[in-house]
């Protein structure tokens, strides 16, 4: 092709385009057709013109080389959002890093960045593009925004094996044409695990991260029906995730693999295809299949109950709160405040329902009267007085609410997922398992801690009193031998499992709830008995108390006849009486 600029010269218009060959046809081999010919003209005009909120690009090329147009792709870095003013944006990654505490205003210019919720915010904001025709910006909870911002934006291992690090969360999309605005905020929000919700005429924004209980729930403050726990179907859980991200280097969407070896060995390989939302790093991959399959696997309970209005009103979905049920410890430790200082807070209940433990390093949590929870280590335990070792920042109100916790028992914990209201006055909660370690075990292997919420899978201790005693009875103008066997009660004991056997023959095994059994129809012999405790998780204690009883059966010498007397009837007859 050849190019006529005609800016340059004076011509006079309609003008005439000749183009001659200087070489002849080729035409000594008819298998060879090189004929000139006419092709094309196009007539390019030079304009100065505005593209308005395009990004656009000019690409020139030989069309010996391309005679169609080929297909082009361009790596951009998108539109420009506003950025807190103490933020910071890392020209090369997107990634804010922050100075100070924020004041609560944006820089004046706006700059490009992949931080995940500032994506967020413009969509919600602009006019033109955005929902900014329906929501206005003081409808967000902006410093919910820069909460989520500042945790996006912490580095975390790369995954690579280099020791390079990355931000937590970054969002990388090219959104073309319309698209439902629900949906596109639930994306985004998916790609900072993150949830958004109407609360009180504003847009409010909680993220899954490492978060302190807001506040406290035992029997004391909800309704009676108590906690109602759910697990989810086995059906519902992968050992296999394949997790997409956008190959910046290949242009294409790739997959890494993430497996579970323990959730393999249960359940087999069943594998999940997990499609992630504006994600260009492999390692950003990576750590949500981990999420992903630590949630299905541990993750599972859900728990339900109702509470009064005092409780309702306070508790916003996203949050984290302790439970105290007894129901699944075994023991009673939380309830309600009957009188406080700053240092010593006197419980509602110190009798033996109430577990009272000043051992294995107690901790005490209480309500504030501003609403906030505060956790003290015990020093001391008295009757129902708790003395703690540092003053709370303020003295808890009468009938505010306490849980006490130590090492073997501790509090469950979960994530506020709904708040309902009912008719009644009541507030529906419902909330997923927490646990603050997953975190550090999603992004770099941590292992898990163990947390003990329970006494009821604890071995107990076999039954002690065990005794065995032989009883002649009558039934059905018949002697009859039995043996009942009995011992003492053990605290915590759902059930217990006696085996026994006579002159070594094989085992019998039976189960009761009561402390005794018996044992109808025995007869002379060597009885050996073995006593285990079951506990809730039934699972019997280590050890069993023994026995061996020489039964006599019916071959026992009877008792000599004591306190015989006589009694005349008549002449002819008389009665004899004794014990």
Not at 55 to 83: C, M
Not at 121 to 141: C, K, P
Not at 299 to 315: L, Q, Y
Request: hydrophobic share 35%; proline share 3%.
């Amino acid at each position: 092709d050849y190019q006529i600029d005609f800016g340059s010269t004076n011509l006079n218009f309609p003008i005439s385009v000749r183009v001659t060959r200087l070489s002849p046809d080729f035409t000594s081999n008819a298998k060879i057709n090189n004929a000139f010919k006419w092709f094309s003209y196009t007539e390019l005009i030079d304009e100065k013109r505005a593209y308005p909120n395009t990004a656009y690009a000019v690409v020139r090329y030989d069309s010996e080389e391309f005679p169609s147009a080929p297909a082009r792709s361009y790596r951009i870095r998108g539109i420009k959002t506003k950025i807190y003013s103490n933020a910071t944006v890392d020209a090369q990654t997107g990634r804010l890093t922050f100075s100070g505490s924020w004041n609560g205003t944006f820089k004046a210019d706006k700059e490009w960045n992949t931080c995940p919720s500032l994506i967020l915010y413009d969509i919600l904001t602009n006019t033109r593009y955005g929902l900014g025709d329906h929501i206005a910006e003081s409808q967000l909870s902006k410093y919910d925004f820069y909460s989520c911002s500042v945790y996006n934006n912490e580095e975390v291992d790369d995954g690579s094996g280099n020791g390079t690090k990355e931000a937590r969360y970054s969002c990388n999309v090219l959104i073309q044409g319309k698209v439902d605005p629900y949906r596109i905020v639930n994306d985004i929000c998916s790609s900072m695990r993150a949830s958004a919700y109407w609360n009180q005429g504003s847009l409010s924004l909680v993220q899954d991260k490492p978060t302190d209980s807001s506040f406290l729930f035992t029997l004391a403050n909800v309704t009676d029906g108590g906690f109602s726990y759910t697990g989810s179907s086995i059906k519902a859980r992968h050992s296999v995730v394949d997790s997409s991200f956008f190959n910046i280097e290949t242009q294409e969407k790739d997959y890494i693999q993430i497996s579970d070896a323990n959730a393999v060995s249960k359940y087999g390989v069943i594998t999940k295809k997990l499609v992630n939302f504006g994600c260009t790093s492999r390692g950003a991959a990576a750590r949500a299949a981990r999420w992903l399959l630590y949630t299905e696997q541990n993750e599972t309970n859900v728990c339900t109950f109702s509470t009064t209005i005092d409780s309702g009103v306070i508790c916003r979905p996203g949050a984290v709160i302790s439970i105290s049920d007894p129901v699944v410890s075994g023991v009673r430790r939380g309830g309600r405040v009957s009188t406080a200082t700053t240092t010593q807070i006197t419980v509602d209940d110190s009798s033996s329902q109430t577990d009272l433990d000043a051992t294995n390093n107690p901790k005490l949590s209480v309500i504030l009267t501003n609403g906030t929870v505060e956790t003290r280590d015990v020093s001391s335990i008295s009757g129902s007085v708790i003395t703690v070792s540092s003053a709370f920042s303020s003295a808890p109100a009468s009938n505010s609410l306490w849980i006490l916790e130590n090492d073997t028992i501790e509090t469950t914990k979960w994530r506020v997922l709904s708040v309902t209201e009912a008719d009644d006055s009541t507030y529906t909660i419902t909330a997923l398992s927490y646990h603050s370690g997953k975190y550090a075990y999603v992004e770099d292997g941590s292992t898990l801690p163990t947390v003990n919420i329970s006494n009821l899978n604890v071995l107990l201790n076999p039954p002690s009193n065990l005794q065995a005693n032989e009883v002649i009875f009558e039934q059905s103008g018949q002697a009859l031998v039995k043996i009942v066997v009995s011992w003492s009660s053990v605290q915590g004991a759902t059930e217990y499992k006696l085996q026994y056997n006579k002159d070594n023959g094989n085992y019998t095994t039976v189960t009761t709830r009561e402390p005794e059994f018996e044992i109808v129809g025995t007869g002379a012999g060597t009885f050996n008995f073995r006593l285990f405790t079951v506990n809730a998780a039934l699972v019997p204690s280590s050890t069993p108390s023994t026995l061996t009883l020489n039964a006599v059966g019916k071959t026992a010498v009877p008792a000599n006849v004591t306190n015989i007397s006589y009694e005349p009837i008549s002449n002819n007859s008389a009665r004899l009486r004794w014990d």
